[in-house]
């Protein structure tokens, strides 16, 4: 079993437990004596099996379990044992039995509650508040039942939950160690690059765009979806002028995979201020890797991207020969991009598809009709790539895969999620039941570039309250926080930075650190085998655990984001930083 799927089972067991025992103090309180005993046997069943979902999350590592094991399971142990022994002299008045019942109810939902609400880390304020909870709530039982505790317990219990609210409330908010970004921070300013050799404009404005043969509202560079190719020769020095027609959210362009001089990173707030309508921004480096890219709107990323403000940036070897076909896949209002195409290629002559994923989930990919290598991932080129067939590659949100091939003299075809994007003819293969490849075990394998590490960090991925904003809001977190608050991480010049990945939650989140790529070290604990992968988009799956690296070589305060970015939106955002 995975440990993503043993973090949702646990989750439906915990949910049976504490709805057991609140089903069966409820009936118990209404004197159906068997419904009541069934429930209540369902819940103790349910805490027992829970102690086995909780161990062996504990052992796929503590981050899967603290909270279950340091607040949620005395909790519910305590339920056990005040309503298990009554539970068992199976009293004639079953009404008696209401109130442990609903005690171990309330305690079963407390732990619940931790992990949806709070989660990583287990904090002992919010230990104190679930506490506090649960004894208020038994007390306010105990007394609308009518069996009326002792004022001596009433007046106890009182003071146990106030103590127990006030204590935590006050651990649970102190404030974060760091600011995200610091009150003194300044924008980074532009290094020397020497006189541009392509230039380009890009003119953010509404329009209305044809897509799937309908009428599109959207948001476009240079009236068009996605915006224009930018293409270069290595080794030339690119200028972009952005200019903003009417986006009153402001845009920028970031350029995403690319490890640009930090004040040409695009991020608003951070590198630069975002560009509101009537204004410009220039942007000026040296194409100095090779490869498949992207650009887009890092202002009001989720909205700004989705509504279409993208486009592909492509960075060729000086001598290119063959077919070279850029795939930008997106969905606009629904209509997935792009349109079919069909253009045949002579048989003999190379090609190469590069393959990008624009959107804020991960996309399936399959090439029929012949043999492909996957040459490149993220614009870095694999070492050894070997030939695949019938395999299909799983892209994340923000990633890049170039495949290449010899076109063979019967027609190819690529599929993305079983449509036809792209072919050279008629092909017709179902390419559902494809295994998916493994980029971890795929080429050959090289000794890492570097012997130690300087840093490591932690991020745990998980959903939480976050209260510490104008609304309340069910965040995506990082180590219990959420954006703003996430403490930055503090690098130096040329250290081998370890960042260890952990999914709590269960959804993917596609990871996307900018200014830098990172070397994958292991997944899951298990090494990876082939080609050195240098990411900058990777999955994080339900109760993954990545560990990658990288060197610290590009001065300046970095996003490190969710690449959903509806959830880099709602909190899971922080930043790299240089001391
Ligand atoms: Cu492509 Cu910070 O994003
Ligand atoms: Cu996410």
Redesign the pocket.
Known sequence: MTTGSLLAADLVIAVLAAAGWLGGGAAAATRRRPLALCLAALALLATLARAATVTALARAGWWFAAEKVLIAAPLSLAGVVVAGPRLVRAPADIRSVAVPLLFAGYAASGGLLVTVLHGYPASPGVGLLAVAGVVAATAATWRLLGSRPSPTVSRAALAVAAAALVTGTGLAVTPSAAPAVPHDHRYPDAPPVGEPTRRFTLTAGTATVKAGGRDVAAWAFNGQVPGPELTATVGDVLEVTLRNRDIARGVTL?W??YDVPNSQ?G?PGVTQAAVLPGQEFVYRFRADQVGTY?Y?T?SA?DVG?RKGLYGVLVVRPAPVTGVDVTVPVHTLSGVPLPAPRTEPVGAGVPVRLRLINTDSTTHRYALAGTPFRVAAIDGSDLRGPTPLVDTAVLIP??GRYDLVFTAPATPVALFVDGREVYSTGPVSTATDAWPVLDPLGYGAAAPAPWSRTDKEFTLVLDRGLDLRGLLPRYAHTVNGAADPDIPSQVVRRGDVVAFTIVNRSQIVHPW?L?GHHVLVLTRNGRPATGSPLWL??FDVRAGDVWEVAFRADNPGMW?N?C?N?AH?DAGM?LHLMYS
């Open positions: 970031h995403h995979g990173d991020v992207w887009h890092h990323s991207v949100a923000g996307h900018h900058d988009s996003a984001h690449h970015l880099a955002t």
